[in-house]
């Protein structure tokens, strides 16, 4: 086991280089860039970006903006769209401040140094390091992923077992019937639903819209802090969860019928053993083998690539809605950074789930696998 985990742990490497290398070289084919975000700000033609220049983490504000703008020369040419005019002077400054003046090798070369050491630098457009906001938007999104995965598991495993067991019966029709036409609803149009039904949309008024906790926050008690809490959590918890509440419960309950279905379960039957017996005491481990191991990769999924619309539309500052706005407005460090954690945590927990088939089942032996 030890050889296998070794192996995987080199295999990431060149895992997490080619996936950096393919972004890197996409980006720099793409459209637009913290030059022209800038530029576009100074000559008032930033209609997509999130956020403005000024107060956040670039040196250039409104004066400085003002001051390319007058000095500019008509006649100068730039490879940027809008910088017409321009000082190329900003031009240049803009260049180094933003990396821009070393060629593409150079500066793709430098980030994975400074990613080796965890050195992620700070975000283009606000006064914080990468690392802090990462850290400042964490807690939503571990309050989301973390809380969905596990009511989607508490749900999903229970029903799907009872279905197995009554493969065929009404209650499982009815209940196939509810959980297809919950996944066929996308989650960002239920929690739309929702808003309207119970958070002061048409109908009551029951549920916060914004925020993770309450303006009184400090003031509350523990228990009240709780209270609040959950409250904040239960409609994007229920919008979230929709789609993977089908997915697990159709998992589960196939994985069963495929062990039920096998001889040892009739060998298990034909010694008296009950049916409460053959179904926990052997069944479970066995079927249970995909649905445990794939939890971490679960938790991941909702945790960094679920919540984005949630996120933005019940107003919660988490890590989608930043992934989202670091593109729309080319901060550069925020996306890399983002894109780097994010694929060595995946990769590790994939190595995790591995590892799980064998917590759950010590007949599996990855020795003798290929990685």
Known sequence: ??????????????????????????VQFAPGGPVERV?????????????????????????????????????????????????????ERLE????????????????????????????????????????????????LGLWMTLISYGISIPLGIGKAVRDGTRFDVWT?????????????????????LFAGGTFLD????????????????W??????????????????????????????KNSFLDEIRKQYVMTARAKGLTENQVLYGHVFRNAMLIIIAGFPGAFIGAFFAGSLLIE???SLDGLGLLGFESIVNRDYPVVFATLYIFSLLGLVVNLISDLTYTWIDPRIDFETREV
């Open 1 to 26: 086991m030890a050889a296998y985990i070794v192996r995987r742990l080199l295999l990431m490497i060149p895992t997490l280089l080619g996936i950096m290398l393919v972004s890197f070289v996409i």
């Open 39 to 91: 530029i576009a700000q100074v000559t008032g033609q930033d209609t997509g970006a999130t956020d403005r220049i000024s107060g956040g983490g670039s040196d250039f504000g409104s004066d400085q903006a003002a001051q390319a703008g007058a000095t500019g020369n008509t006649g100068v040419t730039s490879r940027y769209r809008g910088a017409q005019g321009l000082d190329p002077e900003f031009i």
């Open 96 to 143: 180094k401040q933003f990396g821009f003046d070393r060629p593409p090798h150079e500066r793709f070369v430098l980030m994975l140094w400074n990613y080796i050491r965890f050195d992620f630098g700070e975000s283009y457009f606000r006064d914080i390091s990468v690392i802090d906001l990462v850290l400042e938007k964490m807690p939503v999104s571990i309050s």
């Open 176 to 196: 196939s019937a509810v959980i297809i036409i919950g996944y066929a609803i996308p989650g960002f149009l239920f929690a739309v639903l929702l808003i309207v």
């Open 206 to 221: 029951w549920f916060p819209l914004r925020g993770l906790t309450s303006d009184n926050w400090a003031e509350l008690s």
């Open 223 to 252: 228990h009240e802090r709780i209270i609040d809490y959950f409250w904040h959590l239960t409609l994007p918890l229920i919008s979230m969860a929709l789609a993977a509440f089908a997915t697990t419960t159709l998992l589960t």
């Open 312 to 314: 933005t539309i019940f």
